[in-house]
């Protein structure tokens, strides 16, 4: 159930809802919004009557959620989540997010290239995996914390913001202080209690898609991070399994504006794993900004045919380079800044 507050609301008005929403026995998440004060109430809402709340002063409104995802859905935050970071930079806001680095960091020589390359495009976020959740056992498994330590100082050397996916919650608490954005890859996008301990956390989380999931299980899945009092979640396409094999997956664009329209939280596109192939990625860039995308994620490494993973999909400096000059265009087109 959701309750929207009146914009001249009082905080006793306000007090007054959650107490008897409390009484009732749902447990309650606040949102206070530019303009007005947003409700969830979560729990045993079935035998409520939103009359009964739509009569307390101070109320403008009161519906109940079909949507299974609450604090997920577009009402509980009808203005749009922006998730800000201590660099400066936002995911959500009215620019579009770069975020961009190697599949894994590899070395101090590599990640420190790229990130002088990421802020030279004018890109905000560096990415790299630390820990790699590869299909084999014998394949490279990443470098672990000490990668992750030469990231951030790559990261801190040249202002940008650190990306990277935690696969385990044993990994949660050493990568605190080292990250300011916690990846879930697809092959985690299920795994609930990973989800719920990250709830616990006060850092964001990229949660992606899985490659067998639909649209509303990634809602569902950000509900358990939200759910946990994290509100900080973007949301990502990285494409889906299909029986096309043209490319290593399908990326569906569609589910940019789905999510944009069912959900508040920012979502972001990531062509790299869309499609697998370097010579599809800046297309698919440009049809996730088009979209309506508010971050890009790409793979980029200077010698990307020698990356160790996901080599095929990388892009050269002067590739990508190109590709944000192109980006930064469309998105003035589309009402955006880059
Ligand atoms: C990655 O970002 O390198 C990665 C492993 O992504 P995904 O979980 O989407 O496969
Ligand atoms: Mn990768």
């Not at 789905?258 to 596109?269: D, M, Y």
């Amino acid at each position: 159930m959701i309750v929207a507050m009146q914009e001249k609301a009082s905080e006793d008005e306000i007090d007054t809802v959650i107490t008897a929403m409390e009484e009732a026995g749902v447990h309650v998440h606040r949102t206070t919004g530019e303009f007005q004060t947003i409700l969830a109430g979560v729990g045993p809402t079935g035998a409520l009557d939103p009359a009964k709340f739509e009569m307390l002063p101070g109320v403008e409104h009161v519906h109940r959620i079909s949507a299974p995802y609450k604090l997920a859905g577009r009402a509980w935050r009808p203005e749009g989540t922006t998730i800000e970071f201590r660099n400066g930079e936002k995911i959500g806001g009215q620019k579009v997010a770069v975020i961009a680095g190697p599949c894994a960091i590899e070395n101090r020589e590599q990640i420190f290239s790229i990130a002088a390359c990421v802020q030279a495009a004018g890109g905000g976020f560096l990415r790299g995996g630390a820990f790699k959740p590869r299909s084999s056992p014998y394949s490279f498994q990443g470098l672990g914390i000490p990668g992750l330590e030469m990231m951030r100082e790559a990261a801190d050397a040249h202002g940008l913001a650190v990306v990277s996916e935690v696969m385990e919650i044993a990994q949660i608490e050493p990568m605190l202080p080292l990250v300011d954005c916690f990846q879930v890859g697809a092959r985690n996008m299920q795994n609930f209690n990973l989800l719920r301990e990250l709830g616990q956390v006060r850092k964001p989380v990229l949660l992606k898609r899985g490659i067998a999931a639909t649209v509303e299980e990634l809602l569902l899945s950000s509900e358990y991070i939200l759910s946990g009092g994290n509100y900080e979640v973007i949301l990502c396409e990285r494409g889906i399994r299909t029986y096309e094999t043209a490319t290593r997956n399908t990326m569906d664009i569609a589910a940019i504006p789905v999510l944009k329209k069912l959900s508040h939280l920012p979502v972001t596109g990531d062509p790299s794993h869309g499609t697998g192939r370097r010579d599809m990625v800046p297309a698919m860039a440009k049809a996730a900004v088009a979209a309506g995308a508010d971050a890009v994620l790409m793979e980029i490494h200077p010698n990307a045919d020698k990356a160790v993973s996901d080599a095929a999909q990388t892009l050269y400096f002067d590739q990508f380079e190109k590709l944000v000059a192109e980006l930064r265009v469309l998105a003035g087109a589309v009402g955006r800044t880059l």
